[in-house]
């Protein structure tokens, strides 16, 4: 079986002494700032972008995705033990562990939580060792028309999937399509944009955006709402299930992995889809579905695999096509181009190390999470005592340093202060700004074989409907949209994304 | 009434951004700032995707405007008095300072911007509601004004100070241990780990 071989070679890659520590490094920062709220994966990653130009590829993309899959670990500790979702992805987990935590269950809780989560992660690792030489296959074939209707279907999917309106979200996309145009334009070598800035001839900087709006604009919006932080109560209690809880999670952790590996897949779906999307599930289809709310551990143990099974699997897209599913994976777009890679269909064939070793490197990296999650609970709670007094200085500077370091110009720092104030606009008036990440990164590349593709049909826009591809993928997203604007559907998603 | 205030300012906003950059993409009414070759459909030029981009973004700005008028009430946080004059003069000097140092030649490595930032954050910082937001982006200012005169260990010290401010629970003996604390830290990690090419102290005198 080639698979076999393939994944021997990937483990050769992940086992070897430099990338093992690396996926180390970023499990323990993932679980880190998952643990913490007021700093998610796409801040961090994007802080650390800069400290990974050393490395070479594979390690700084195992890296990144380490920090990725342990702050879905890290967010539900907190979730369960003060009712503190870490990341997005936990909010569905507060609900029942929080419950069970006062009810002196905190122990078998986290257990659940990390057992199902590395199951969910083990089966997702294979899907996507699975499924991404197929879908690269079928990519080969894609021309220039069909790339640039599938990523109009990303993007139009990525804005659908996003908290609030959709028509803001798809104003968002298109928002970051435009920023990306800022910079020399690739076919005839003109500035766009620029205002003579030199330093703009590049573009806008990817990192300044994302830790601007990201980091900045959370650390302001956490400071103007002090909320009274809780403090931990309770014991965390045995760890060991008993085995009537044992039996319970079992049907919802298949479940959840199960709907995690489906919805990771989908641009803009992710993590906290997928939490939502199992939760639901459990209610309607668990024996036990009425408990739910009231401390069941089906509600931490669906969920908890479900996010961290669509972790993994939002990398097939990436991985796969090159495209990327969500914000963080634009950030390992950006780290990926940094690296002089093009993702893309053909990074199979061409950096073997990268993709398998990645792969299996995610299967180590969540053999690891068991291990910092579990026994070594007590350290994470202790992180939490930090207050945020101390740790948003700490945030800061990091930032300013990392900007800084990228070129070793202020003017970085510059724009990543302009971005900041962009960002604390967005929030203000409810403008959803992942979506605009996902356009600013695919926007150059949409424009590129939007222009291949007229040159090559003549200047006849039929050229995308009279190919089969483009018109299945123009297709689906015309349905897409014109389910959302039918009225049941778009309260449903409001109901299923609110809370 | 049943007005989204803030759609309407985010619907607003996205046109004004899409009109603006129309006209310095030089395809609204024939005037424009860096004036980009259009093209045709078949050989686009660099002005092309700039031109449907920002169409389309100016419908849909309009969109979410005329929508806003009916999908309320949805208000925005009230200002206060002081939240107005504050902007409006922290607007006003941070232009003024760039005015001037630009005039006065004073522009390598964008210290007039960087000068020009910090006053006019450290002005809205006035105002209790602006605090936040004037006081952490101020503190970014000046890491960047300092960093390359006078070092990473003073820059540092002076994000530190700006930025605690922003938070009522800092005394000054918290401030400083938390200050030396991440100077070390920084240290360590990025000069010491990673080796970074940066001034650890004042350039300036030496």
């Given at each position: 079986m080639e698979l076999f071989a393939n994944l021997a070679h990937g483990f050769g890659v992940a086992l070897s002494l430099d990338n093992l520590l690396f996926a180390l490094l970023g499990a323990l920062i993932g679980t880190a700032i998952g643990v913490l709220p007021g700093i998610g994966p796409v801040a961090t990653i994007s802080l650390l972008l800069p400290i990974t130009f050393g490395q070479p590829a594979t390690t700084a993309i195992i890296m990144l995705a380490g920090i990725y899959y342990g702050a879905q670990y890290g967010g539900s500790t907190t979730a369960i033990l003060l009712n503190l979702p870490g990341e997005v992805s936990s909010v569905v987990t507060a609900l029942d562990g929080y419950k069970m935590a006062r009810n002196g269950r905190a122990g078998a809780a986290l257990t659940i939580a990390a057992l199902g989560s590395f199951f969910a992660g083990s089966v997702a690792t294979l899907v996507v060792a699975a499924s991404g030489p197929m879908l690269t296959s079928v990519a080969l074939s894609f021309g220039p028309a069909d790339y640039f209707s599938l990523m109009l279907l990303g993007l139009i999917i990525s804005a659908v999937l996003a908290q609030g309106s959709v028509l803001k979200a798809i104003a968002m996309v298109v928002l970051g399509v435009a920023l990306g145009l800022?910079?020399?334009?690739?076919?005839?070598?003109q500035q766009r944009f620029t205002f003579g800035v030199p330093e703009l001839s590049d573009g806008l900087g990817f990192v300044s955006i994302a830790m601007g709006i990201f980091g900045l604009g959370e650390i302001i919006l956490n400071l103007e709402r002090p909320e009274a932080r809780q403090v931990m109560s309770g014991k965390v209690g045995s760890l060991m299930l008993t085995r009537e809880e044992f039996r319970r999670s079992v049907p919802a952790v298949l479940r959840g992995t199960a709907i995690g590996s489906v919805l990771g897949i989908l641009p803009g779906g992710g993590a906290s889809l997928s939490a939502f999307g199992s939760y639901m599930l459990e209610r309607k289809i668990s024996k036990y579905g009425h408990t739910l709310g009231t401390g069941a551990i089906e509600g931490v143990a669906g969920p908890e695999s479900a996010n961290n099974a669509a972790a993994q699997t939002s990398f097939i897209p990436l991985l796969t096509?090159?495209?990327?599913?969500?914000a963080v994976m634009a950030l390992m777009v950006g780290a990926l181009i940094i690296q002089g890679i093009q993702p893309g269909p053909r990074m199979v064939e061409a950096q073997p190390d990268l993709f398998w070793g990645l792969i299996c490197s995610m299967w180590v990296g969540n053999l690891m999470l068991l291990v910092i999650n579990l026994p070594m609970i007590g350290m994470w709670v202790k992180l939490l005592q930090v207050p945020y007094k101390y740790l948003y200085p700490a945030i800061l500077v990091f930032c300013a340093i990392g900007v800084y370091s990228?070129?070793?110009?202020?003017f970085d720092v510059y724009q990543t202060l302009f971005f900041g104030i962009l960002g604390y606009i967005f929030s203000k008036l409810h403008m959803p700004a992942a979506p605009l990440l996902i356009g600013f990164v695919l926007g150059p590349m949409m424009e590129e074989h939007l222009r291949r593709a007229m040159l090559l049909s003549r200047g006849d826009v039929g050229v995308f409907i009279e190919r089969p591809i483009s018109a299945t993928l123009l297709a689906l997203a015309a349905i897409v949209l014109a389910a959302m604007a039918l009225p049941a559907l778009r309260s449903g998603k409001d109901k299923a994304l609110a809370e | 009434m049943k007005i989204s205030t803030k759609d309407l300012w985010a619907g607003g906003l996205l046109m004004f951004l899409a009109i603006l950059g129309l006209f310095i993409n030089g395809g609204f009414l024939g005037i424009g700032l860096e004036q980009h070759t259009l093209g045709s459909a078949r050989r686009m030029g660099p002005g092309y995707m700039p031109m449907l981009v920002f169409w389309l973004q100016f419908a849909l700005g309009a969109f979410v405007f005329i929508l806003a008028l009916t999908n309320g009430p949805d208000p925005l946080e009230r200002w206060t008095k002081l939240d107005f004059t504050t902007l409006a003069i922290g607007v006003a000097v941070g232009l003024i300072i760039w005015r001037v140092m630009e005039s006065m030649g004073i522009s390598t490595n964008y210290v007039q911007v960087g000068v020009a930032c910090f006053g006019a954050l450290c002005i809205l910082a006035i105002s209790p509601a602006w605090r936040p937001l004037g006081l952490v982006l101020a503190s970014f200012a000046i890491f960047a004004l300092l960093l390359?005169?006078?070092?990473l260990m003073l820059s540092i010290a002076a994000l530190c100070v700006v930025s605690a401010?922003?938070?009522?629970?800092?005394?000054p003996i918290s401030v400083a241990g938390m200050t030396v604390f991440l100077c070390v830290l920084c240290w360590f990690v990025f000069i010491y780990e990673l080796d970074i090419r940066v001034p650890l102290w004042p350039t300036i005198f030496g």
């Amino acid at each position: 079986m080639e698979l076999f071989a393939n994944l021997a070679h990937g483990f050769g890659v992940a086992l070897s002494l430099d990338n093992l520590l690396f996926a180390l490094l970023g499990a323990l920062i993932g679980t880190a700032i998952g643990v913490l709220p007021g700093i998610g994966p796409v801040a961090t990653i994007s802080l650390l972008l800069p400290i990974t130009f050393g490395q070479p590829a594979t390690t700084a993309i195992i890296m990144l995705a380490g920090i990725y899959y342990g702050a879905q670990y890290g967010g539900s500790t907190t979730a369960i033990l003060l009712n503190l979702p870490g990341e997005v992805s936990s909010v569905v987990t507060a609900l029942d562990g929080y419950k069970m935590a006062r009810n002196g269950r905190a122990g078998a809780a986290l257990t659940i939580a990390a057992l199902g989560s590395f199951f969910a992660g083990s089966v997702a690792t294979l899907v996507v060792a699975a499924s991404g030489p197929m879908l690269t296959s079928v990519a080969l074939s894609f021309g220039p028309a069909d790339y640039f209707s599938l990523m109009l279907l990303g993007l139009i999917i990525s804005a659908v999937l996003a908290q609030g309106s959709v028509l803001k979200a798809i104003a968002m996309v298109v928002l970051g399509v435009a920023l990306g145009l800022v910079g020399t334009d690739v076919q005839t070598g003109q500035q766009r944009f620029t205002f003579g800035v030199p330093e703009l001839s590049d573009g806008l900087g990817f990192v300044s955006i994302a830790m601007g709006i990201f980091g900045l604009g959370e650390i302001i919006l956490n400071l103007e709402r002090p909320e009274a932080r809780q403090v931990m109560s309770g014991k965390v209690g045995s760890l060991m299930l008993t085995r009537e809880e044992f039996r319970r999670s079992v049907p919802a952790v298949l479940r959840g992995t199960a709907i995690g590996s489906v919805l990771g897949i989908l641009p803009g779906g992710g993590a906290s889809l997928s939490a939502f999307g199992s939760y639901m599930l459990e209610r309607k289809i668990s024996k036990y579905g009425h408990t739910l709310g009231t401390g069941a551990i089906e509600g931490v143990a669906g969920p908890e695999s479900a996010n961290n099974a669509a972790a993994q699997t939002s990398f097939i897209p990436l991985l796969t096509l090159g495209i990327p599913a969500n914000a963080v994976m634009a950030l390992m777009v950006g780290a990926l181009i940094i690296q002089g890679i093009q993702p893309g269909p053909r990074m199979v064939e061409a950096q073997p190390d990268l993709f398998w070793g990645l792969i299996c490197s995610m299967w180590v990296g969540n053999l690891m999470l068991l291990v910092i999650n579990l026994p070594m609970i007590g350290m994470w709670v202790k992180l939490l005592q930090v207050p945020y007094k101390y740790l948003y200085p700490a945030i800061l500077v990091f930032c300013a340093i990392g900007v800084y370091s990228l070129n070793n110009s202020v003017f970085d720092v510059y724009q990543t202060l302009f971005f900041g104030i962009l960002g604390y606009i967005f929030s203000k008036l409810h403008m959803p700004a992942a979506p605009l990440l996902i356009g600013f990164v695919l926007g150059p590349m949409m424009e590129e074989h939007l222009r291949r593709a007229m040159l090559l049909s003549r200047g006849d826009v039929g050229v995308f409907i009279e190919r089969p591809i483009s018109a299945t993928l123009l297709a689906l997203a015309a349905i897409v949209l014109a389910a959302m604007a039918l009225p049941a559907l778009r309260s449903g998603k409001d109901k299923a994304l609110a809370e | 009434m049943k007005i989204s205030t803030k759609d309407l300012w985010a619907g607003g906003l996205l046109m004004f951004l899409a009109i603006l950059g129309l006209f310095i993409n030089g395809g609204f009414l024939g005037i424009g700032l860096e004036q980009h070759t259009l093209g045709s459909a078949r050989r686009m030029g660099p002005g092309y995707m700039p031109m449907l981009v920002f169409w389309l973004q100016f419908a849909l700005g309009a969109f979410v405007f005329i929508l806003a008028l009916t999908n309320g009430p949805d208000p925005l946080e009230r200002w206060t008095k002081l939240d107005f004059t504050t902007l409006a003069i922290g607007v006003a000097v941070g232009l003024i300072i760039w005015r001037v140092m630009e005039s006065m030649g004073i522009s390598t490595n964008y210290v007039q911007v960087g000068v020009a930032c910090f006053g006019a954050l450290c002005i809205l910082a006035i105002s209790p509601a602006w605090r936040p937001l004037g006081l952490v982006l101020a503190s970014f200012a000046i890491f960047a004004l300092l960093l390359e005169p006078l070092g990473l260990m003073l820059s540092i010290a002076a994000l530190c100070v700006v930025s605690a401010v922003a938070d009522r629970d800092h005394n000054p003996i918290s401030v400083a241990g938390m200050t030396v604390f991440l100077c070390v830290l920084c240290w360590f990690v990025f000069i010491y780990e990673l080796d970074i090419r940066v001034p650890l102290w004042p350039t300036i005198f030496g």
